[in-house]
């Protein structure tokens, strides 16, 4: 058992003074407050928050920070360069830049990443002679980045969709494809099950888009997909709305909705551009919407309804996508921003709603759920955030999170582990990882 202190947590019900947490093999056995810290076997100087969840990541994407923005252009020219990006990925190269992206999210504060996966086979669209060798590569990343992995592995089907139907592969998308819905159900069944039990690891099921997977398939994968949850892109842009209008004659909502695909276990990423009856069928369904706001506006995709689909009944998580930024703070107040912004009002969620949108929610979204919280029987997941940074100093211990940054987390420990402290990964200078590892890719523009 090990016991920690700080001087003060953000608690499910309050923000309490003096706090004293403590674990045992890696799952909260304890928390008391107004304690003093004699005899706690660690005490770390700062403000503790539940581990952060970043609920929807493309790890490769990360090569492409900083390397996009020269010529403008649109959602669908950058899309080019992600997928010259794609092709050059083999299971080497993949576990060195994962690695390095994960422990970058360890670092800002993040316990738990939901890693949106469709770099399935080979370059030619070939399968490895492990199906899911590269779904492994991110496993074998996770694992020594310290953070804990939900693999939502994509059914990706088609290369688009326009007003006369579905369009074939492109030579680049072959290799996310398993051609049919239960060429995919099978390999990930089996990569699942190879799983199962594990601490740290969730496989769970996710549909790129209505765009990539035509709607009998939408039905096949509702009855084969595994238990758990489920994560699809939706109305990311009104090309897509446009499409899917044109064909389908309804909205990419509406066509989840007749293939059975919304519910609890379901969360609609971005969510970006919806009518008001997608808001309140989404929100009906008790359906959970991924908010990225920093690729949002990145890629210019818009602002999307998040306050009113969270008052209609959808949880809200968040998500970093294409890590144009890996920072859970700016996430979250992004989504609180951006609504001030589209509303012309302050305080749209409140500043405890905010966490738990950054933690619990995301934990919940990714199948951890009992994570995302300082209580006890939930994994013992720590954020300590430095209160005295040129950020943040002077901030009320309940507002820390409108003013931190990712470089203001100082210990970070997943489940029992202390995998960051004073600032320091336990792997080192995750720069240095970095420039390894995007330096091999070269430059994918």
Excluded at 44 to 67: C, Q, Y
Excluded at 136 to 158: F, K, M, N, P, Q
Excluded at 417 to 444: E, K, M, N, Q
Aim: hydrophobic residues 40%; proline residues 5%; contains cysteine.
């Amino acid at each position: 058992m090990t016991s920690y202190w700080v001087p003060a947590a953000h608690l499910p019900d309050r923000v309490a003074a003096r706090v004293r947490i403590t674990e045992q093999a890696g799952v909260i056995t304890g928390v008391a407050g107004g304690v003093d810290p004699a005899g706690t076997d660690s005490l770390l100087d700062g403000i503790a928050v539940p581990g952060l969840a970043n609920a929807h990541s493309h790890a490769f994407h990360r090569a492409l920070r900083g390397r996009t923005h020269a010529d403008g252009g649109t959602f669908w020219t950058w899309r080019q360069q992600m997928y010259a990006l794609a092709s050059r990925l083999d299971p080497d190269r993949y576990f060195a830049l994962a690695r390095a992206v994960y422990a970058e999210m360890v670092l800002a504060g993040m316990t738990v990443v939901g890693e949106f996966h469709y770099l399935h086979h080979d370059d030619r669209g070939s399968r490895y002679v492990d199906p899911n060798a590269m779904g492994e590569t991110l496993v074998a990343a996770a694992a020594e980045a310290g953070i804990r992995l939900t693999l939502l592995d994509v059914c990706y089907l088609s290369g688009g969709l326009s007003e006369a139907g579905h369009q074939s592969l492109d030579p680049v998308q072959r290799r996310f494809s398993d051609v049919t819905v239960d060429g995919w159900a099978d390999r990930v069944g089996a990569f699942a099950d190879r799983h199962a039990g594990s601490a740290t690891v969730r496989v769970a099921a996710a549909v790129h888009s209505v765009r990539a997977v035509p709607e009998p398939g939408l039905a096949r994968l509702a009855a084969v997909r595994p238990d758990g949850p489920l994560h699809v892109h939706l109305s990311e842009q009104p090309a897509e709305n446009a499409a899917v209008r044109a064909f389908y004659g309804c909205t990419p909502t509406e066509l989840l909705h007749r293939t059975g695909l919304l519910g609890p276990a379901t969360t609609a990423v971005h969510a970006t551009h919806l009518r008001a009856s997608d808001v309140l069928l989404l929100g009906g369904t008790r359906t959970g919407v991924c908010v990225c706001p920093t690729t949002e506006r990145d890629l210019a995709d818009g602002i999307g309804p998040a306050h009113a689909l969270g008052r209609a009944g959808s949880p809200l998580c968040l998500g970093s996508d294409q890590h144009a930024v890996i920072d859970g703070f700016e996430e979250l107040r992004g989504l609180e921003m951006h609504e001030r912004l589209s509303t012309g009002q302050r305080g749209r969620f409140a500043p405890a709603e905010l966490v738990t949108i950054a933690a619990a929610n995301g934990h919940t979204a990714l199948g951890w759920d009992r994570g995302g919280r300082l209580t006890v029987g939930a994994p013992a997941d720590l954020v300590i955030i430095d209160p005295a940074s040129v950020r943040t100093a002077g901030s009320h211990p309940a507002q820390i999170h409108y003013s931190a940054a990712a470089s203001d987390v100082r210990d970070v420990i997943i489940g029992g582990r202390h995998v960051v402290r004073d600032g320091t990964h336990r792997l080192g200078d995750i720069g240095s990882l970095l420039t390894a590892a995007l330096t091999d890719l070269g430059d994918p523009s």
